[in-house]
């Protein structure tokens, strides 16, 4: 097996390295220290002697800090080492490493302290293709100062490492030649700051001193402000306060400024995610609407500023459609590969509606509604203009650019996502189920919006009428009656695609389903070709590309399940609900720490343990979300006007939850329920 990774990271600045501490390139893994998704750092290795050193232990103290313990030699010296090395790191704008030598002899010791450095300025989507660059190096001694910088015409990317004590700076590291007394120490600062110049010249570099001062106290306070914001869980079952509280950590490490932008808003994940990505900041802030509603308006004004205005194929950009994502690496930059300013999705659009909709319900911040009335009604038009790519009413996709656009523009975006029970591709354009619902609902939230903040309620009522004949068509189009489900597409011609996938839940949570069907679509998902016992997999047992590990063809996504259990719950269908929260509560919990992207479809007693993908982000904002939408979820929490409903319908074992001070348009309101069996003893005693 691979060695441990360990990560610290602070928004988009992020560093990954070996669990000595020391970052080598690594064509399987994104090693190094990045930020942007350029990688400033590819080698960063700490040598005693000209020896490599060893871990003893670490102590992870916060997402953007950690420290390592370490000794010279192998494993059978530890015992007799009479020194040993501290590596205390942390990330904020920049990277800073203090290297601490301990003598712990009673004699005075040299040593030889070498930091071999480089930077090979990688774009973080090439990392498994490596292409050779030509770096300038500037190496300053009389300054402690050694300068690493990568041009191609105006995108200039800079790396300076700079150390507090005298060194010997070559073209390759730093060298200290040390003495340390008996039972004494040595110590220096290694300050690396990353610069981004030309075409958007954005500077991070930062004070050495000032940072050493202020930073690390700066961070643990706005860290322990997000969590003091929160809502506060108090819960009997043992671990769930716990793993409530490391998903608010996390959320916090995910949020970063984009260039030229103020507000923070939440990336999707390390390390491959560590961008703005539209599909996944909306979620993220739909499951974290009762706990951290500070997120949803700086992702929506960030994503209306950056919506489509234009036809263009090499983006997949149209008028009123909202971006996929953004990226701000050399490939982008320069028309490499679709991934700097990507709108390769169709469900964002209609999602964008859906996210001002609702966090106007939680708020009740009318102005933000009638700011982004152009956006949302440009949004709204899409969906007809646009994304009904055949004329029969369904919302579709086919990518515009050829060469690098992303296949299936949904939120299964693997190019082998989208088939039938016998594997079989549709041809395009795609309809696939929920984009349906995700269209419904958003018209019928945008004609609330109409109704009630843009004064047009002739648009209201036209939005209205669209909405239920969409909701007629597709009952009549999608569902399969003899299998009970709805198709997972449509393909152009409006045969249906047979296979039965975790979409259909996400037509519960829109509320597209006929009610009488509802019960039938929640006995697929909580049934043995579904739901494993960890969660409801992607795509069910029994079908020809089923694939437990395949993570769009039979795996676990926390996101996913926490849209089907709030679906579930919309249509009172609470058994089933509760079932399938308790399975991702579980796997969680066994799991430990972050929450992982995906996990292996099997079946929970083969294993007995969660298989995470090596594909699969962690931490993950819509991961770490999902597990506060699952508890929002079980608790029942829904605004109704100026008032927050607590409907609780709690899995067997939680015994008693308490929510805290939720904010919303209300001020601050409390929430409290128990399991059914706690409750029965309670009443019994």
């Not at 300054?143 to 910088?149: D, E, N």
């Not at 106290?217 to 929160?230: F, I, N, P, S, V």
Request: with cysteine; proline share 5%.
């Amino acid at each position: 097996m691979k060695q441990e990774l360990v990560h610290v990271i602070a928004g988009n600045l992020f560093a990954i390295s070996d669990a000595q501490g020391d970052i080598e390139a690594d064509p399987q893994a994104p090693t190094g220290l990045f930020a942007y998704d350029t990688r400033f750092l590819s080698h960063w290795v700490l040598r005693i002697d000209g020896e490599r050193i060893n871990a003893l232990a670490r102590d992870d103290l916060t997402y953007f800090e950690t420290r390592f313990f370490l000794v010279p030699g192998a494993a059978s010296h530890y015992v007799d080492a009479d020194m040993s090395i501290i590596r205390h790191r942390s990330v904020h704008d920049c990277f800073h490493e203090n290297i601490t030598v301990l003598n712990h002899s009673s004699q005075p010791a040299d040593y030889t302290v070498r930091m071999e450095m480089a930077s090979d300025f990688t774009d973080i989507v090439e990392v498994g293709q490596l292409r050779q660059r030509t770096v300038e190096v500037s190496a300053d001694s009389a300054s402690q100062q050694l300068v690493l910088r990568y041009q191609r015409d105006r995108f200039v990317r800079e790396t300076t490492v700079r150390s507090t004590v005298p060194a010997e700076v070559d073209a390759h590291g730093m060298t200290f030649r040390i003495r340390v007394a008996p039972d004494g120490k040595w110590e220096t600062d290694l300050h690396v700051s990353v610069t981004m110049g030309g075409e958007d010249g954005r500077d991070l570099r930062a004070d050495l001193q000032s940072h050493q001062r202020t930073v690390r106290t700066g961070m643990r306070e706005d860290l322990a402000q997000w969590l003091d914001r929160a809502p506060q869980l108090v819960a009997e079952r043992d671990g769930l306060e716990e793993l409530y509280r490391g998903s608010l950590a996390d959320l916090a490490a995910l949020r970063y400024r984009p260039l030229s932008y103020r507000e923070r808003v939440p990336i999707g994940g390390l390390p491959w995610a560590m961008g703005l990505c539209g599909r996944d900041a909306i979620i993220t802030c739909l499951q974290t609407m009762a706990f951290t509603p500070e997120l949803a308006p700086a992702t929506l004004r960030m994503l209306a500023l950056m919506q489509g205005g234009q036809l263009d194929d090499a983006l997949d950009e149209e008028p009123g459609k909202i971006l996929a994502q953004l990226r701000y690496g050399e490939t982008g930059a320069f028309g490499d590969r679709a991934s700097a300013l990507y709108y390769g999705a169709a469900d964002t659009t209609p999602l964008f509606v859906v996210l001002l909709d609702e966090y106007e319900r939680w708020s009740g911040d009318a102005d933000l509604v009638r700011e982004l009335r152009h956006p949302a009604r440009m949004a709204l038009d899409w969906i007809d203009e646009y994304g009904d790519l055949t004329g029969d009413g369904y919302l579709r996709y086919q990518r515009r650019n050829e060469r690098d656009g992303t296949v299936n523009q949904c939120w299964k975006d693997s190019p082998d996502a989208i088939v039938d029970s016998d594997g079989r591709q549709p041809a395009f354009p795609r309809a696939t189920c929920e984009l349906q619902g995700y269209a419904y609902d958003a018209k019928r939230r945008g004609a609330r919006l109409a109704r009630e903040f843009w004064g047009d309620p002739a648009y209201a009522d036209r939005l209205e009428r669209e909405a239920a004949a969409l909701k007629e068509r597709f009952n009549r189009d999608f569902w399969l009656p003899h299998r009970e489900y709805y198709a997972l597409a449509l393909d152009p011609y409006g045969e249906p695609v047979d296979a039965l996938a975790s979409n259909i839940g996400h037509l519960l949570w829109s509320g597209i389903v006929a009610d009488d069907r509802a019960e039938a679509v929640a006995e697929h998902l909580v049934g043995p070709r579904l739901f494993g016992g960890w969660g409801v997999r992607t795509f069910a047992e029994g079908q020809r590309t089923y694939n437990p590990v395949g993570a769009h063809l039979g795996a676990v996504w926390p996101s996913d399940n926490a849209l089907i259990v709030a679906g579930l719950r919309r249509y009172r269908l609470d058994a089933q609900a509760a079932r399938i929260a308790a399975g991702i509560f579980d796997m969680a919990q066994t799991v430990g720490g972050a929450v992982p992207e995906v996990i292996a479809g099997y079946e929970r007693g083969l294993t007995t343990y969660p298989v995470e993908l090596a594909m699969s982000c962690r931490p993950q904002a819509w991961s770490s979300g999902a597990l506060l939408m699952l508890l929002g979820t079980v608790l029942g929490l829904r605004p109704t006007g100026d008032n927050l409903l607590v409907n609780p319908a709690v899995p067997e074992g939680f015994g008693r939850l308490e929510l805290l001070d939720i904010p919303g348009r209300w001020g601050h309101s409390d929430a409290y329920a128990r399991d059914r069996t706690t409750e029965r003893r309670r009443r019994l005693r």
